[in-house]
């Protein structure tokens, strides 16, 4: 099997291009792997109001030929999804009651979610937000101004995160200007920026986006989403390192999700990786339960074997804290295994 070649076009398209030019149709994913025959073919549909969704960069990284690809099946949209299964609920975290106003999430002490895109570059099946109203979260600059406020208001936040939709569908300048208006209000000390866009997307970090965020007086954090050692290719890293070097902190969360990284060695390796390229592996949450996405749950035997394996063949800091999160809990909760 082979990966699908990236060009050297695709290298030089700058973000906005590449982002334009994503597939958007199962059958054309399927097609570039050269899967358009393949029982895959009869399994797509999924929800139309999350459609596929898949930058070129991130195909490139796919096997052709290979229908278990576990990056391909993070993103394929399957007719699975549409399957109504008790338990999976469209919001599965309880985002809605702690959503106190437009782009504005406030669940836990400390710290505050602001929703600064209404989008991604890339739909994950298995997303908790996937039924996320963002349309009640476009965020204009009236409502911008009032998120903001709001933060001021606050003096126990001391820490912005800001996420999504992804917060890196912004252009450099948009970022730059919002990061300067939070580091304007006096008690937010940290700056959090959750984001898939450069796992699927390398490009997105530009040598901009990195000297503001090392420049900023808050203390920078990108979390990375990567579920699989396969997703960290060769421009991520060259990307990420000029970040590490200048000082923003870089850590990853994963989900486990059945077919794509449930195999101890894969999750061990998804850490080594992920140091290597100057990323601490943070969260292994375990699946939400969003309606749509329960062909990915494990069971919670299956989830304390993994993490026991990972326990006892990885060093401490390589072992990502095993979670969950459960509508209202002030915390992530710690699964113990
Ligand atoms: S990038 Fe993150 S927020 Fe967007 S669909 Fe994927 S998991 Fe969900």
Not at 143 to 152: F, K, R
Not at 186 to 196: A, D, E, N, W
Request: hydrophobic fraction near 40%; charged fraction near 20%.
């Amino acid at each position: 099997m082979q990966a699908v070649p990236l060009t050297r076009i695709d290298e030089e398209k700058n973000w906005q291009t590449i982002l334009a030019e994503a597939v958007r149709d199962g059958h054309e994913l399927l097609r570039l792997l050269q899967l358009e025959h393949s029982e895959l073919a009869g399994q797509l549909g999924g929800d139309g109001d999350f459609p596929v969704l898949v930058p070129r960069p991130f195909v490139a990284l796919m096997q052709q030929g290979d229908v278990r690809d576990p990056l391909l099946r993070q993103v394929l949209g399957q007719q699975e999804e549409n399957r109504q299964v008790p338990g999976y609920v469209t919001d599965p975290l309880g985002e809605q009651p702690a959503n106190v106003r437009p782009g504005v999430v406030h669940k836990y002490h400390g710290r505050v979610l602001l929703i600064a895109a209404g989008g991604c570059a890339v739909n994950c099946r298995y997303c908790f937000r996937r039924h996320f109203p963002y349309a009640d979260n476009r965020v204009g600059r009236k409502q911008w101004q009032e998120a903001l406020e709001y933060v001021a208001a606050d003096a126990s936040i001391s820490e912005v995160i800001l996420s999504g939709g992804d917060p890196l569908l912004l252009d450099d300048a948009a970022l730059a200007r919002l990061c300067g208006q939070i580091a304007d209000i006096g008690h937010v000390r940290r700056l959090r920026i959750h984001t898939r866009v450069p796992v699927v997307i390398p490009q997105r970090l530009t040598p901009a986006l990195t000297g503001m965020l090392a420049d900023s007086c808050l203390q920078a954090t990108v979390v990375l989403h990567v579920n699989h050692p396969a997703e960290i290719g060769h421009e991520l890293v060259r990307r990420l390192e000029p970040m590490r070097r200048q000082g923003v902190t870089l850590l990853n969360q994963s989900v486990l999700l059945q077919g794509v990284n449930d195999d101890p060695e894969v999750l061990c390796q998804l850490s080594e990786a992920l140091f290597a390229a100057g990323v601490l592996p943070y969260y292994l949450h375990r699946l939400d339960r969003v309606q749509g996405a329960h062909h990915f749950a494990l069971p919670d035997e299956r989830v304390g074997e993994l993490y026991r394996y990972m326990k006892e063949h990885l060093p401490g800091y390589l072992l990502p804290r095993l979670v969950c999160e459960e509508a209202g809990q002030p915390h992530k909760t710690l699964l113990m295994v």
